[in-house]
């Protein structure tokens, strides 16, 4: 099924479902409002969370006075929540087709989270509850956002629009941390004006989310009069072989990439880089990211998506082998961090442009849920084996063997990936089923 | 959730105004802190005031102001700190020794940096290294020559965004400087040790300015550790011991010994006696997470969260009679050093 194209936000209601996309100059076209506003939420929701992230160790350390103990607990539970929250979000805004309610929460339940931080002094629980509830937030609307993308937006234009997207995302999460240490400098650490800041940024989000968002997607994703997705059906996208391919692919190329902590490890240790740098590093490469994110997601569109996500890869394979070259210093960082960058911006929105057209419109978050989620898992995995390699054979080993793998996954991508992905058939989302 | 759509320009209005007031919230609540709290001026030394004329117990407040306070094994003499003198210092942790002393303080900006500053008996800054992490730990060698220190790094573990730590050590005498000790040869139980996991922390110095003890953790556990400054090699001296502290009379030392799994309560102050490696848990049943700080060869200093969010007090507890329990020496205060009159 193609998606039906809304350049204007047509109000609620039944639309065609299948409105062919007018022939356009091969000019620029215009993107939806709707996605740049969901560019601009993701932007001020950035800088609200990254403003928090960035202060968040200083808090906890000078202005609380918890010892790293108590921070490496809260720290493991902030990040094991998403996985199976961003499944269920994504699935609940299938299920009810209500995207914008659904991202809405989550965008508003870490938001609240700000205040939750505040109000919690140092009382260890209840900072790990606003911290995890912080993180379910984040797992709930991430799907749900990504599917109002990819059903507000011209098929041909969804490597543009998720570039657009990420670019203002990164954006974001660029300012953040500029404006926590704007703050801190300002009042001389007052670490409460940080949060209020933070929550008056995240409130700033859910209101441009519900004044220029619609409530629901240009063409309703389910036509009149069939039965919600079911998550039987979600887990049937299994069976739609383009979709499973490219969930494989993901996967596998995410068992072969290795965390972005470590290869910043890896740098600092081959520079012997002052730590006082260290968190420098992921700023060059959002900068790349930044820059490259509208014009690759531009050439996705025109020259198929699979070819910049496999170059992406590729990038990626750079980065490992540059880390194990002779090459030294400055050039040694700025090729790392452009390499970096440059795979991010090909890998990131692409793989949603990539695969969002294959997967029924109604179950659209609930794919793009499970995408995510395959590739995340697989890069936790990565991550957890890398580790456990360098530690027993040494970091050289473990950057051998994570290139190998590496070339290995891409091959095999190469043939997995379908290089014209047929568009999901309609049919088993017609299927009535009594719910 | 079914609201009658309202008109683009009704929604941009509505939307401004939204802007508007969460701007005015955001900026009125950060001029308002910022009112609130001044900073003490950092150089602003007090006129005259050295350590060997101001002899005591020398702390920091929750601001950060470093006091002196005069002390006598009975106590504080006064009643917290109405005799206390400020030294005009800011710094997150401050210990003083043999006639010098070290501040670090966090360094704001872009990313996390600490200020580590050496003073000299006159409190004048001799030298200053600023270094990447947040203020943790802070040592002077008894003779004053050695100077080392403890900061949180985060983003550096591998395996998450959890902290790990760095600790440096500076020689004053030479301006040798390590500024990560990560490089000493380890040997844990008798064997050479790699990993790229090792953390070091709480680093304390013996007279002779070249053995010093230390906490190393590895793969989920702590050791104590023995290092020498000229071989550059340490080895394990046993198992969970975290944050050593030397006895002035170089004969015991002082650590927090992990008692409960979790987070809840996890250390419990010990000394252990470096003659018969014995070690006796101290009257102090509270969970102590500071490096203690000896104030003479029988009794121990060591902070503990006050009852206000985010203060700190200074206690005492005997260092070989556990029957008598700790006393509340200072509230409002953290990282005690003694400082000896004469010089």
């Known amino acids: 099924m193609y998606l039906a194209v809304g350049r204007a936000r047509p109000p609620d209601g039944p639309a065609p479902t299948r409105t062919p996309s007018p022939a356009r100059p091969a000019g620029r076209r215009r993107l939806t409002g709707t996605v740049v506003a969901l560019g601009a939420v993701s932007l001020v929701t950035d800088i609200s969370s990254e403003m928090v992230t960035a202060v968040l160790p200083l808090y906890l350390v000078l202005g609380l006075g918890l010892s790293p103990l108590q921070f490496g607990f809260l720290d493991g539970l902030y990040n094991g929540v998403t996985a199976f929250v961003r499944l269920a979000g994504g699935h609940a805004a299938d299920r009810w087709q209500r995207h914008r309610l659904v991202a809405g929460s989550g965008y508003a339940l870490s938001t609240l989270c700000k205040l939750g931080l505040l109000l919690a002094g140092s009382s260890t629980p209840a900072l790990s509850a606003a911290l995890a509830a912080d993180r379910v937030g984040k797992g709930v609307r991430t799907a749900p956002r990504d599917a109002l993308i990819s059903l507000n937006c011209d098929e041909r234009d969804l490597g543009r629009a998720f570039g657009v997207h990420r670019a203002m995302d990164t954006t974001g999460a660029m300012l953040g941390p500029l404006v926590a240490f704007a703050i801190l400098w300002a009042t001389v650490d007052a670490y409460d004006a940080v949060f209020v800041v933070s929550f008056c940024f995240g409130l700033l989000g859910v209101l441009i989310l519900f004044a220029f968002v619609p409530g629901r997607a240009a063409a309703p994703a389910r036509p009149p009069g069939t039965a919600a997705a079911t998550l039987r059906q979600t887990l049937r996208l299994f069976h739609v072989p383009a979709f499973r391919r490219i969930l494989c692919t993901a996967t596998l190329l995410g068992l072969a990439g290795v965390g972005d902590g470590f290869l910043y490890l890896v740098l600092q240790k081959r520079l012997a880089l002052d730590v006082e740098f260290f968190p420098l590093l992921p700023l060059g490469s959002a900068a790349v990211y930044l820059l490259l994110a509208v014009p690759l997601g531009r050439a996705a569109d025109r020259i198929g998506r699979r070819t910049p996500y496999l170059l992406g890869h590729v990038a990626l394979l750079g980065v490992y082998l540059t880390l194990f070259s002779p090459v030294a210093g400055w050039p040694l960082t700025v090729l790392v961090l452009v390499l970096h960058g440059a795979f991010y911006a090909a890998t990131d929105g692409v793989l949603m442009a990539l695969g969002g057209p294959v997967v029924p419109a109604d179950r659209r978050a609930g794919g793009m849920a499970l995408l995510q989620t395959g590739q995340g898992v697989g890069r936790l995995l990565a991550s957890v084996g890398f580790g456990a390699v360098w530690t027993v054979w040494g970091m050289d080993t473990a950057l051998v063997l994570a290139a190998a793998a590496l070339g290995a996954a891409l091959v095999l991508a190469r043939v997995l990936l379908p290089a014209a992905p047929t568009p999901a058939d309609p049919a088993p989302v017609t299927v009535p089923e009594p719910s | ?343």
């Not at chain 2, 008894?142 to 730590?165: C, H, K, N």
């Not at chain 2, 050590?169 to 301006?175: K, M, S, Y």
Request: one cysteine or more.
């Open chain 2, 1 to 343: 959730m079914s609201l009658p759509p309202l008109s683009l320009r009704a929604r941009i209005t509505a939307l401004t105004a939204a802007t508007a007031v969460l701007a005015a919230v955001a900026v009125g609540y950060t001029v308002a802190a910022a009112d609130g709290d001044g900073r003490p001026a950092a150089s602003a030394a007090a006129p005259g005031l050295t350590l060997d004329k101001a002899p005591g117990l020398y702390h920091a407040s929750r601001k950060g102001n470093v006091l002196s306070t005069p002390y006598s094994p009975s106590g504080t003499e006064t009643a917290d700190g109405a005799r206390s003198r400020k030294t005009g210092l800011s710094c997150n942790r401050f210990y003083a020794s043999g006639g010098s002393a070290v501040c670090i303080a966090n360094h704001p900006g872009l990313s996390q940096k600490t200020k580590v500053t050496v003073l000299d008996r006159e409190l004048d800054t001799r030298e200053t290294v600023v270094v990447g992490g947040i203020p943790n730990r802070a040592r002077v060698s008894p003779s004053g020559r050695m100077v080392a220190w403890t900061l949180f790094v985060s983003g550096d573990s591998y395996a998450s965004s959890s902290f790990s730590t760095r600790s440096g050590i500076l020689d004053t005498r030479t301006g040798y400087l390590v500024k990560n000790v990560e490089t000493l040869q380890l040997y844990i139980e008798g064997r050479r040790y790699h990993a790229p996991d090792v953390n070091y922390w709480g680093i304390t110095f013996a007279d002779d300015d070249n053995r010093f003890y230390a906490t190393v953790a590895t793969k989920g556990k702590t050791y104590l550790v023995e290092g020498d400054m000229r071989t550059w090699k340490a080895r394990t001296l046993r198992r969970n011991a975290e944050c050593p502290s030397l006895s002035p009379d170089g004969t015991r030392i002082a650590f927090k010994k992990r008692v409960r799994k979790g987070t809840q309560d996890p250390w419990r102050l010990h000394v252990l006696d470096l003659g018969t490696m014995r070690e006796t848990p101290l009257a102090e049943t509270r969970s102590v997470d500071d490096q203690a700080a000896w104030l003479d060869d029988s009794t121990l200093a060591y902070s503990l969260p006050g009852r206000a969010k985010g203060t700190s007090d200074i206690w005492t507890v005997p260092a070989d009679a556990p029957a008598t329990g700790p006393r509340l020496l200072l509230s409002d205060a953290s990282s005690p050093s003694m400082v000896q009159g004469g010089g």
